[in-house]
């Protein structure tokens, strides 16, 4: 029987503790940059958010491949919870990185934009995923084929940026390339400080959400064995694994 | 192999009997140039305007036969049917995706003289190899995720919405790479070699979900 | 060592959601025998036929046909079992003989055995045909063909004389009958006619198995209750 809160303070505790410090560092530590302003800072929370989301993405595909490999729904528990976090960081992302196309380059939304734009293909392909779960109503078959469905949308993650990569001129700056990175000291550290937190608040949040779905698949578990068949409510459709 | 070549017989002889996809494909592409044409409010197209024009219209006009692809398995128990059979099961995709690449052809062979003569301003002789190479790549990327989505699709309630919807976005890539690939053939001036970068990236992309599509396609028809 | 036995089931459970299907069934068919499942409509009977085709895997217990544990060796199993289920598993716009040749190339099986199960069941004459035009007695005969084509050791036959006229069913009895001599698992509306072909009685009363014995064992009060 897997426990997920086990040291979920601690890691609650690390998470505000990060995301204050990044709040901190971004108001008043990192400089105000020269043609962008203040709104410019909003790239602190933008950035991470990306990497975040798509990271989850691809990680949500890997933890598919557990499911079909093992047939544990816990697999798909993980999978499932991982790209629904993906998401809702990756909407995060898109308001933020509109707001700060807005301010930088005068427009909500740009096509010429590379990145912008696979991010958001990326994300109507993933909005995709609960919908899809919820249209099949046997369980197992919901978990495998979301399972597929996660792994070759995981897969389309990389392909899709290059595409779109090599179809346009860029005019989203670069900020890490393959080269490490060209942000100056102060902005190096606000950013990585910044993307810690924000990686622990998706890794915090996961670990909330697998606990709390984790419980509950348990007690309908028990209430069944204890109480027989009719001890329990029939869940009725739903999109998440029970 | 041999199990492919008879679930690829059965489906073609299917399609032949009862016409019910590639005619309404090919209907649906025609219509849709004139809706251009009125859309555009333009005599002719040519170039990177033409290329999207045909890409987006091939594209949408798949995804009317991605939605019938398993429908006769569904409904008459052709799953079951080979699931009996001691046979390799990915047959099923390879045989499904060629039926659907089958279908594609012939839909362009009707749909490109069609959009020559209806909407394309240059004339389509000298790029016309380059064109069929660089269709044929794309074919072959929309088959493979055709099949799939349709496989993953033919399960779920919603089923003709939730092909499209899928298959869309993940087509994306190969849309772009094959318009960008055809505009250049396209042009007043054009030349008559699509350029190799966006030959690569289809190249790659079939490659990819080929092989993926290979790896789960088991998983979809398993109960 | 003797001979295993055609079907061993132990402790099988199947789920569909929340709804368990079967639960924990254990039953032993020495090979060359009748099985009877018994029970009524929702108990489970379908559900094991389809599990013992291969065509759904158990959640638990143990299932093994002819000494293979199933699923894992499905593949090895799976050209040995003839299913005739509720659907004749047929296409509609192909004819009957187009239908069973493709079955046959699925089973690589030669064509002659599709002309000499035609003539069997006096279907050749119509055999050009689309099933669609067929009426539901030919269509059963020709599933009974598709589900013998192969010469299968293992026949699961879900209500097999459904919709077959006396002299249709007559002519498909050597096929699908006792006289078929292989080892035969069938369900039936008509309980009666099941138990006197059988040389062992399965009965399922929500998903358990709640007799299983030999039919001169089943009592008429617990008949009725498989099907109260």
Redesign the interface.
């Given at each position: 029987m897997t426990i997920y809160g086990k040291g979920l303070r601690g890691l609650s505790l690390a998470t505000i503790a990060t995301l204050g410090v990044a709040l901190t560092l971004i108001f008043f530590y990192a400089p105000l940059d020269a043609n962008q302003g203040f709104v410019q800072k909003i790239f602190y929370v933008h950035v991470p958010l990306a990497i975040i989301s798509l990271c989850g993405f691809i990680f949500g595909g890997a933890l598919a491949v557990g499911y079909l490999r093992t047939g544990d729904k816990r697999w798909d528990m993980r999978s499932y919870v991982a790209i629904h976090l993906a998401l809702i960081f990756g909407i995060g992302g898109l308001i933020t990185g509109s707001i700060w196309a807005k301010a930088s380059w005068g427009h909500w939304w740009v096509w010429n934009e590379p990145t912008l734009v696979s991010f958001m293909i990326v994300l109507l392909l993933f909005a995709t995923y609960q919908p899809l779960r919820f249209s099949i109503d046997d369980p197992e078959r919901q978990s495998r084929y979301a399972s597929v469905f996660a792994i070759v949308a995981g897969a389309f993650v990389p392909l899709n940026f290059i595409a779109v990569r090599l179809a346009q001129e860029y005019v989203h700056p670069r900020v890490l390339t393959l080269s490490g990175g060209n942000l100056p000291g102060p902005m190096r550290l606000t950013f990585l400080v910044s993307f810690l937190g924000l990686l622990l608040l998706y890794v915090t949040l996961w670990k909330y959400e697998m606990a709390a779905k984790n419980a509950r698949m348990q007690v309908r578990a028990l209430r069944r064995r204890l109480l027989g068949d009719d001890g329990i409510r029939p869940v009725g459709r739903s999109a998440a694994p029970s | 192999m041999k199990t492919t070549l008879t679930v690829l017989r059965k489906d073609l002889r299917l399609e032949l009997r009862t016409l019910e996809t590639v005619p309404a494909m090919t209907l649906f592409a025609v219509t849709t140039f004139v809706i251009f044409h009125f859309g555009l409010n333009r005599a002719t197209i040519d170039g990177q305007l033409a290329a999207s024009v045909l890409t987006t219209t091939l594209l949408l006009a798949g995804m009317l036969g991605v939605n019938r692809l398993f429908v006769a398995e569904r409904e008459q128990g052709g799953f079951d049917a080979f699931l009996l059979a001691p046979v390799d099961r990915t047959a099923m995709l390879v045989a499904k995706a060629a039926a659907l690449f089958t279908f594609l052809t012939v839909l362009e062979v009707i749909a490109v003289p069609a959009f020559g003569l209806l909407l394309l301003g240059p004339s389509l002789g000298r790029s016309l190899p380059g064109l069929i190479a660089v269709l044929a790549l794309a074919d072959l990327g929309i088959a493979v995720i055709g099949t799939l989505v349709s496989a993953i699709a033919i399960h779920t309630r919603a089923r003709d919405l939730i092909g499209p919807v899928i298959g869309l976005p993940l087509l994306i890539p190969a849309l772009i790479a094959t318009a960008r690939a055809i505009g250049p053939l396209l042009a007043v001036h054009g030349s008559s070699s699509p350029p190799g970068k966006w030959l690569a990236v289809l190249a790659l992309y079939d490659v990819v979900f080929a092989l993926i599509a290979y790896a789960v396609f088991d998983f979809l028809l398993e109960d | 060592m003797e001979e295993p036995p055609a079907i061993e089931l132990r402790g099988l459970t199947r789920h569909?959601?929340?709804?368990?299907a079967l639960r924990r069934v254990s039953v032993r068919v020495p090979a060359g025998t009748t099985l009877a499942v018994l029970g009524r409509n929702g108990a489970g009977k379908s559900t094991l036929l389809r599990i013992l085709?291969?065509?759904?895997?158990p959640h638990a217990g143990e299932v093994s046909v002819f000494g293979e544990p199933l699923p894992r060796r499905a593949?090895a199993v799976?050209?040995q079992?003839g299913?005739l289920?509720h659907?004749?598993?047929?296409?509609?716009?192909?004819t009957g003989r187009?239908n069973l040749v493709?079955?046959a190339?699925?089973?690589?099986v030669g064509e002659e055995r599709v002309e000499q199960l035609l003539e069997a069941v006096g279907m050749e004459r119509r055999a050009e045909d689309?099933v669609r035009l067929l009426s539901r007695g030919m269509v059963q005969r020709l599933a009974v063909c598709?589900a013998v084509l192969h010469q299968p050791r293992l026949l699961l036959l879900d209500e097999p004389r459904a919709n077959l006229d006396p002299a249709a069913s007559e002519l498909v009895e050597p096929l699908i009958g006792r006289g078929a001599g292989c080892t035969r698992v069938l369900t039936s509306h008509d309980p009666q006619a099941a138990l006197a072909e059988a040389d062992l009685v399965l009965g399922l009363k929500d998903g358990r198995a709640s007799f299983v014995g030999a039919p001169e064992q089943l009592s008429a009060a617990k008949l009725a209750e498989l099907y109260a």
């Open positions: - | - | 569909f959601g929340e709804r368990t085709s291969t065509l759904l895997r593949f799976r050209g079992l299913l289920s659907e004749p598993l047929l296409y509609n716009d192909l187009e493709y079955h190339r699925l089973h690589n689309p598709r």
